[in-house]
């Protein structure tokens, strides 16, 4: 690494020292949280200004990091890694750069960035193709697909919505057939077609809305097992919930108003010889 490596990335030092720019000629190095775990382990009572092998080389420990975090768009592995200055390691080590890690200056643009680098590397005396990605463009990359499978869930969502909405149409269309005596008696005795049609909606409601707080309880419980094996970090969203409870509710007044109205159109006399 260069001593550039502390502003670009949250380095914290637990025993010891960071690396200085005098350090850049000397085999000293840092070492990772993980590593430094694994050498306690194996006996090492002092870490700092004790030795360590790396890569052939032998190089002194002056400090030991805090744990590292990884994800996003840091550097993977330094928390079981040896952080060596990048001038003695490019003299000791024989290791080709194939990548490494800059930070654009604040109101800069990235794509001007991008530019910027790619020039750098074009006007080379040894000119060199390089690829540029940015924490700007992963994220893009990222909200892309979040879309994607947005769009994939909602459409399986709504295919589920309409044959469970199919499913409770056909039920109470199948109830009012064996329910006709019971709506010819009712209607006889003064119910109106509204009565009958609330009836049968209010079923359709009731059903739909049992099924979208079981349907919501069987999620949040099956993606909280999923977070907590996966470490994860749950969020449990309340707009969620009464997102999916209102679907859930409008598709039993959607696929329930047919059935209702058709309930409420039977004639009493007709409705009482069955």
Known sequence: ITNNFPKINPVQIKKGRFLLP???NEPVCVIGSSLAKKLSADHFVSLVDNRIKAANKVFRIVGVLDEFPV????????NNGVLVPFAIANKLINQEITSFYAQKKKGVEYKKAIAGINQYFRLLPKSKAVKVSTLEEILEQKKKQMRFFSLLLGAIG????ILGGVGIMNFLLVSINKRTREIGI???LGAKMTDIQIQFLAE???????GGLLG???GGVVTYVVSYFANWHF???IYAIFLGCGISFSTGVFFGYYPALRAARLKPIKALRC
Do not use: E
Request: proline share 3%; with cysteine; charged share 15%.
């Open 235 to 237: 969020v449990l969203s």
């Open 204 to 210: 359709a409601v009731i059903l739909c809305s049992i």
């Open 71 to 78: 994800g996003g768009f840091r550097p993977y592995g330094v």
């Open 216 to 218: 919501v309880v069987f």
């Open 22 to 24: 005098i350090d850049k």
């Open 186 to 188: 009712r209607r006889a």
């Open 158 to 161: 709504t295919i589920a919505l």
